[in-house]
């Protein structure tokens, strides 16, 4: 494979390390410098920042890890806790709700009670009304006889009355000298008349 070289000027000192680094990892120092080059380039990295060890690498690491950690832990107790508490609560109260609406078996039990009571009171109101149509019957007749009786009563109060002018009548005739047979007879016809009545 052909290579086009140039001249890198370095230091002596890195001199000496690019050999030690590259009989390490048994590369020759041109090769070490390209790949090293292709390293640099792919990550990114600038070669003249400041280099931290692994240890100081690992400490910084650990440290925004924990900074981390403490955010979701105090996410976790101001937001996410209250937030669990406040569902859990919605849950209970869900379902105490829904313990107390009606299922569609209570909708149809008070539906079947509601029908029995219409029958029953439809058979109540039947009742009610032969009850009414006795009484009503029943009032008629009282209402009935209550007028004949109140004619006959009307009736002999005149036949009475009748008597009474007769009474008179024969009162007075006594007085003036004597009974008339016409006048006896019409009061014994009117008694008679009463005690038949």
Known sequence: MSKEL????????HQQVLKKLA????????????G???????TGINPTDEITSPKEEMAALNKRLDQV???IRVHERDKLSPLLDS??????RLKDKLELLLTQEDLDSIESKIKNSFHEFRGVLSDNKENMEQISNSVSTANA???RGYKHHNENLGKVIQLV?????????????????????KFKDAISKIRQA
């Open 145 to 147: 006889n209550y007028v």
């Open 23 to 34: 009989r390490k990892f048994e590369l020759s120092q041109v090769d070490f410098l390209n």
């Open 69 to 71: 950690i403490r955010f």
């Open 87 to 92: 569902l859990i609560i919605i849950d209970r």
């Open 165 to 185: 002018e007769l009474l008179f009548t024969l009162l007075m005739n006594k007085r003036l000298g004597g009974y008339n047979k016409e006048d006896i007879q």
């Open 36 to 42: 090293a080059v292709e390293y640099f380039r792919k």
């Open 6 to 13: 140039t001249t890198t000027n370095i230091s002596r000192s």
